[in-house]
């Protein structure tokens, strides 16, 4: 039975430490990413931080995408093949 990517990243966050530093900053780059997008107006300086934060957390989101289908490639290995 495959597992789940909700599963996967649930499992990931309680037994890998990399794992859960990438989450963390994923976190923190949304959270200022909601700070600026809640204001009316954005400076020119503000829209640059705008698109380094949305490069930044998709980069973040890759590395852990990376580790969850790692992840995925190793359980079914261990199970071994279907029949």
């Known amino acids: 039975m495959e597992l789940g990517t909700l599963d996967i ?9 990399e794992f859960r530093r990438l989450a963390q900053k994923h976190s923190n780059y949304d ?13 020119e300086e503000e829209k640059v931080e705008e698109v380094n934060l949305k490069k930044m957390k998709l980069h973040v989101k890759d590395q852990m995408e990376i580790m969850i289908q790692k992840y995925r490639q190793q359980a079914a290995k261990q199970a071994g093949p279907s029949k």
């Open 31 to 43: 959270e200022q990413l909601e700070k600026l997008l809640h204001k009316s107006y954005l400076s």
């Open 9 to 17: 990243k649930e499992h990931l966050l309680q037994s890998s430490e």
